[in-house]
């Protein structure tokens, strides 16, 4: 059974930065496209960033665009965001997400099929 683990979120000043992780088992990690949405309180999940099966090509929103970083270690299985220059409306629960169709780089909630619990980033103004 597929199962993704983020980890990293925390409690930080804006400005600041983090680094999330997500590492992935039961699943062939590189046949994946992968991505980061978020979900502030009172809101709907949208997409962060997104990065290609073959070829890592990366897709970010345009409200984090220079400011995240998306990349992936096949050998360890882990997915990441690197997330500098942190505002408060960076605050929400960040989910990464797994998927398989790999037709094309997705970035509706809909269309990944496996997620991890999600980590909780606040960011203090």
């Known amino acids: 059974q597929a199962q993704l683990v983020e980890s990293g979120g925390g409690l930080v000043q804006a400005g600041d930065s983090l680094r999330l992780s997500c590492t992935a088992s039961g699943l062939t990690f590189s046949n994946y496209n992968w991505a980061w949405f978020r979900q502030a309180p009172g809101k709907e999940r949208e997409f962060v960033a997104a990065?290609?099966?073959?070829?890592?090509?990366?897709y970010y929103a345009d409200s984090v665009k220079g400011r995240f970083t998306i990349s992936k270690d096949n050998a360890q299985r882990t997915l990441y965001l690197q997330m500098n220059s942190l505002k408060p409306e960076d605050t929400a629960i960040y989910y990464c997400a797994a998927d398989s169709a790999k037709v094309r780089v997705a970035v509706r909630p809909a269309e990944y099929e496996t997620w991890g619990q999600g980590t909780q980033v606040t960011v203090s103004s």
């Open positions: 990065i290609s099966w073959v070829g890592g090509r990366t």
